[in-house]
């Protein structure tokens, strides 16, 4: 499986942005990741049967999925600079929800998207 993300640019504090990660193929689960410089990478959202959050996005970040299109979007409004990073999409097959925070579980990773938070 192959996944292409989309979306990632400039934004100014507070202003939306939405990600979009195709996908050549079926998974049960797809998700986002992102790494800001100097970083580890994090778990920011996931969509298996229903979406899951890392508890900084809630609220402001929303996940959907297309099954027809094997594609997961992010909509993330009320930006702030610390979400400035290189956001992955990931999916596998392999996931429960105890385990969509790990990236180890995930066998499919995109290529990255820049996201850039000016304050």
């Known amino acids: 499986v192959q996944l292409q993300a989309s979306g990632g640019g400039l934004v100014q504090a507070g202003g939306s942005l939405k990600l979009s990660c195709a996908a050549s193929?079926?998974?049960?689960?797809m998700g986002w990741f992102r790494q800001a410089p100097g970083k580890e990478r994090e778990f920011v959202a996931a969509f298996r049967w229903t979406p899951y959050y890392a508890e900084s996005v809630k609220g402001r970040f929303t996940i959907s999925r297309d099954n027809a299109k094997n594609t997961i979007y992010l909509q993330m409004n009320s930006l702030k600079p610390e979400d400035t990073a290189v956001y992955y999409c990931?999916?596998?097959?392999?996931?429960?929800?105890?385990?969509?925070?790990?990236?180890?579980?995930?066998?499919?990773w995109g290529q990255g998207t820049l996201v850039t938070v000016s304050s």
């Open positions: 990931a999916a596998g097959n392999r996931l429960i929800v105890s385990t969509l925070a790990q990236g180890t579980m995930y066998d499919y």
């Open positions: 193929g079926r998974t049960t689960t």
